[in-house]
């Protein structure tokens, strides 16, 4: 599964920013297409898009506009006819049926592209209706994250930006686990690099989130090590598994690992955490 710890979001009508956030660690570029760009400079900023150039690592993702506005169906066809894009975003997904339709109007538009490598789709859950669909939009063919907006979530909750949020992440979290697709927190809306977006990180990992978006580039490192297993946590568990298959291979139920006993659950955690670093 492609790895997601940090995602940079970067207007589509600046050519010098998207080189910045190409030549990054980041894990992932996302090209903005949408709130980013204004109404004026959506064309321009479309064909900055056909122009992108593939990343020597990490992926590139489009968000393009949302359905039923005057740009998506021009955003989704450049997406599907670009040979280096690996995905799109689509904003303001609340019902599956716009889901299912994208996925089969990109069916038809990387078929007559030539397209080999299908393009994936995440969801970007930021009303109030998104937040009741998570599960369905989660179970959504090509739909591989759900990505938490709470900018326009607070306009459609009618509360404040700054939350409190829990019921929607453990809600899009859970839609996420439900489907086994990915979930992704959504950024902090400034370009610091600062204790602030270390905690929101950490929280974020610590409820389950694979990831989180960053708006500048400076906030990719404490956003990536927040979810990045640390060394001992990493051997920790290489040894619990280890102690486990031991215990299997000797006929042992019930093991017992540095005072704790161990069990399926268990195992899994240590699992997810050797999955998150590749091994």
Known sequence: MTSRRAALSVPASEPRKIAKAMASEVDEVVVDLEDAVAPQAKDAARAVVADLGPREHGSIVVRVNPVGTAWHEADVATCAAHPHLDGLVLPKAEDPADLAALAARLDHLESAAGRTRPLHVQALVESVAGVHQAVAIARSTRVVALILGYADLAVSMGRPVSGPWQFAQDAVV?????????????????????????????????????????????????VQRAFTPTAEQVDDARDLLAAMDTATADGRGAVQWRGRMLDEAVAAQARRVLQRVGG
């Open 174 to 222: 859970l839609a996420a686990r439900l489907a086994g697709v990915q979930a992704i927190d959504g950024p902090q809306l400034t370009i610091a690099d600062d204790e602030p977006l270390a905690t929101a990180a950490g929280w974020a990992d610590t409820l389950g989130f694979d990831g989180k978006w960053v708006i500048h580039p400076a906030q990719i490192a404490t």
